[in-house]
């Protein structure tokens, strides 16, 4: 019987280094931004490998929590928190002018104005895209379906302390006769 190699394990790898493990056996990783349910910006946070690896470095929210960034946070901590507080203040601007606005927008009704299908925050990103305000679906809190047409006030949410409020007018298609007809 031939001698067959086995396969070379993952860390033995040239260039390939292990993740620092926390007392929990999650991956250490410094914040570079605040993440919602996990941590301020700045906080080392123990995570499962999979939201780190998938996720949180990818997007650049965080970094491996070496003992070189941990110092390096240490001697910028003062900028940082001015960075934060120059960025909270851009954020309470912007919910003051969204708080000044109104969208429209058009969706196929019955006559009843029931929509034939539903308004998402999608939906509400776009048009508020439309007036220049980059949002994400996720800032958008929507308290349920908006399936019938009308005015909803929709909260978003820009930072944990930051919420505004957006007023949504959902009206029929202006040619929503000639389509069923």
């Known amino acids: ?29 410094l914040l570079i931004q605040s993440v919602d349910h996990l941590g301020k910006q700045g906080d080392v946070v123990e995570v499962r490998p999979g939201h780190a690896l998938n996720y949180l470095i990818p997007q650049g ?6 003992d070189h960034h ?21 954020l309470n601007d912007m919910a003051a002018e969204l708080s000044k606005q109104s969208v429209t927008i058009e969706s ?9 299908g539903s308004v998402t925050a999608i939906d509400i990103v776009a048009a508020l895209k439309a007036l220049n305000f980059d ?11 908006l399936k019938e047409v009308g005015l909803y006030t929709v909260k978003v949410r820009l ?7 957006v007023k ?5 298609t202006a040619n929503a006769d000639a389509d069923l007809s």
């Open 108 to 116: 196929n009704a019955n006559d009843e104005g029931q929509l034939y």
């Open 61 to 66: 929210l965080a970094t491996l929590a070496t």
């Open 1 to 29: 019987m031939p001698h067959v190699k086995a396969k070379k394990r993952r860390s033995s790898v040239k260039g390939f280094k292990r993740l620092p493990r926390g007392a929990n056996g999650g991956i250490e990783l």
């Open 159 to 165: 930072h944990n302390d930051i919420e505004s409020e």
């Open 135 to 145: 949002l994400t679906r996720d800032q958008i809190r929507l308290e349920g379906v």
């Open 70 to 90: 941990k110092r390096m946070v240490e001697k910028h901590k003062e900028k940082l928190v001015a960075i934060e507080k120059t960025r909270l203040r851009h």
């Open 168 to 172: 949504v007018w959902v009206v029929p």
